[in-house]
């Protein structure tokens, strides 16, 4: 039988030990034996609760005054500070709906009809538990753990860590002793952009002679999390081929933060990397076989469903220049950077080049408006980290917390973006001819020469077979605004935002042009 920690506040001992010989037998019904430990005050069971992981607090609705529900008062702090924790009100009197704030209990019991009509009413408790509670109380985490590097957790032992483990490692109430995780370990991992926590998490039982998957957990602010979840239900789980994607194994809720946790992609004893790792190494088999498997016209998953939409600036200014000063920050970048790397000299609206003036890129992305754009479900952050490449030539997607419906080439601009990001060699040549290259890149049928520009050719080739009738203006158009959003982001070294330059320069003379 596993311990469960259970909180009883009553302001009489008499009480607390009546109450707690009476739910002993309800918790024993669900499987487990509880633990109990009892609070005088809500002030007593708020400390203690900052401090240690509970599964279930039982208060009285009343607390000393049958008339006043002082303790549903109590409820309500305890359920707005610690949601995930079981909140059992109990009461002998009456009360109705109006009266209960909100939040407010998870179950009500009635004391005196569970005094009269015992085992039924405990069976009917016992039951309601099990369907609400979804924890593993039996599981610890390593103190040897890595969360030095953690934005939310500075020790292994964080009570509100414990109760994400807790979450996203329970299977049922039925328990098998040599099938139940009892320990995880933590390591950090790298790679991730979002302010995620996310390290590798292994678990460990009884036996050593059972091994669990290894998995990764996700430890995100509330709003992201929740947002992650539903989209990897909404758009992935019953989509998205099940070789091409980690699974979520498990998921958890508090507070402030929420948590998934997905399979590791190394499971199956290959050697799997992330998309950026090939491209650092030059190596261009990799986006050669994305090109030919998840990014294939021949086997469109998400890609299949189109939607005509109506303003493309509007998608595009939401999800990259929304927060404030974005754009100015952006523009202040360019206007910097231009006269940098390609000697360029700005005025108020303009920049030029040698002979040929060109309107500033806020001009062109964010005044002029553009229209008709093809819609369809996007990963949505098709960063080269969020692909995992196998040297077995498997291809998996990680990462959902943006997977939606958005522009149809947005996933091909943001993989062109990280090959011209990670390419290992630079390209050196003078501004001038690298924006002559870019030009005719842009002019398909012209062929390049650097490998890095086949193979941007390459998934610019595939959004084009994908989606033949959106006009290629609109691929150009994403392009630069997404470009131009990245020329403010510090956390990309300089010289690599400086690559992006000439392609921005040429895109938006493209646009300017059309
Ligand atoms: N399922 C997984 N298997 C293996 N590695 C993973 C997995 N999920 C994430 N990672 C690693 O952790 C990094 C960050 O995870 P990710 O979900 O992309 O977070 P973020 O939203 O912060 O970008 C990834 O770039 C990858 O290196
Ligand atoms: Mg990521």
Redesign the pocket.
Known sequence: MHDLKVAIVELEDEDFEGLRDLYGPIFRMAGYNAVATHFKSENALMRTLERSHYHVVICDLSLGSENNWFGLRTIKILKAGFPEIICVGNTRGDLTYQQTPYPSFDIFVDKGKLNREQEKYQKQIAEQFRRIFRQNVDVEIDSESDVASSKRFRDPQDKTLQSIVCQVTFTTHTHDQATDIRRVKLEP????????D?FKMVGYGASDSLSFVPA?L?ISDIDNARREWDNYRRYVKWLIPFSWR?DVLGIAFTKKFGALC?????SRGRS?D?LTRYIEMGDDSAITLLAETILSPDLKRWYGLTVQESNISRRYLQRFFSEDGAEVASRAQFERMIRVYAGASVSNRKFSLGRREHRLPHEVLLRDLRGAYTSCLCHGDLNS??I?VSSAGELMF??F?HTGWGHAFEDFIMLEISVRLHWPQPNEAAFSDRLEVEGSLIEFGASVQEAELKQISLVRRAAVDNFPAESFQNYLYGLSAMIFSILRYGSVEECRRARLLPCLVASIAALESA
């Open positions: 991992l790298t790679g991730g952009r979002s302010g995620s996310v990764v996700k980690a997905y399979s590791f992609i190394h799997f992330s980290n969020n995992m990680i990462d917390q």
